[in-house]
């Protein structure tokens, strides 16, 4: 069967990748994307940010959780969920090919 996993002040989750003592969701909170870090012992959210859009993709470094939502690829410190970088990621206009 399928699991159908939701977690309060955090939304349905989209994506959960484990590292250490943490996993680190996407998720969508009707709506609007949540990027956050939980506790594996206690279940507890760590941290919790918001994204303008849904998240599409969830990477980790030893050092950041790489998220991609919408055009924006944005890093967030491990520990505490700080903004260390954002850059908008454009797509190639597929009406300028000949």
Do not use: C, H, M
Request: charged content about 20%.
């Amino acid at each position: 069967g399928e699991l159908d996993w939701k977690r309060e002040q955090v939304g349905a989750v989209q994506i959960a990748v484990y590292q250490q003592r943490r996993v680190y969701i996407v998720a969508d909170a009707s709506g609007v994307g949540v990027v956050a870090a939980l506790n594996v012992r206690s279940g507890s959210v760590e941290w919790r940010r918001l994204l303008p859009e849904t998240g599409e993709a969830l990477a980790l470094t030893p050092y950041a959780a790489i998220t991609l939502s919408g055009r924006f690829l944005r890093a967030w410190r491990l520990g505490d969920g700080a903004l260390l970088w954002d850059a908008a990621v454009y797509a190639p206009d597929s009406e300028s090919k000949a």
